[in-house]
């Protein structure tokens, strides 16, 4: 199993990104994704989840902002983010746990910054 994240960037306050995790050696749809994230000495903190059956859910934080969703014909879960905040900085990482092993992407940079 390897998960492939991208679409970080340097974005200002209020601003948009898009990240994508694509999949391979498993199939998103069969499986629930999750998004976590990391900022600078801090903890990871589960971000949000789609479930196999689609079901979405969110930290408290993120509500209204951000939306999960995946492209089954891509094999790809996103992470759509909304009115971003300097809170929000973080590597954010795609997660999946398979037959009680953790797989994880190697890590996107979000940054909120004027």
């Known amino acids: 199993v390897q998960l492939q994240a991208s679409g970080g960037g340097l974005v200002p306050p209020g601003g948009s990104l898009r990240l994508s995790c694509v999949a391979s050696?498993?199939?998103?749809?069969?499986?629930?994704i999750a998004w976590y994230r990391q900022g600078v000495g801090n903890p990871r903190e589960w971000v949000a989840t789609?479930?196999?059956?689609?079901?979405?859910g969110y930290r408290d934080s993120v509500k209204g902002r951000f939306a999960i969703s995946r492209d089954n014909a891509k094999n790809t879960v996103y992470l759509q983010m909304n009115s971003l905040k300097f809170e929000d900085t973080a590597v954010y990482y795609c997660?999946?746990?398979?037959?009680?092993?953790?797989?994880w992407g190697q890590g996107t940079l979000v940054t909120v910054s004027s």
């Open positions: 050696g498993m199939i998103v749809s069969t499986n629930a």
């Open positions: 789609v479930t196999s059956g689609g079901a979405q």
């Open positions: 997660n999946v746990m398979r037959a009680g092993t953790n797989y």
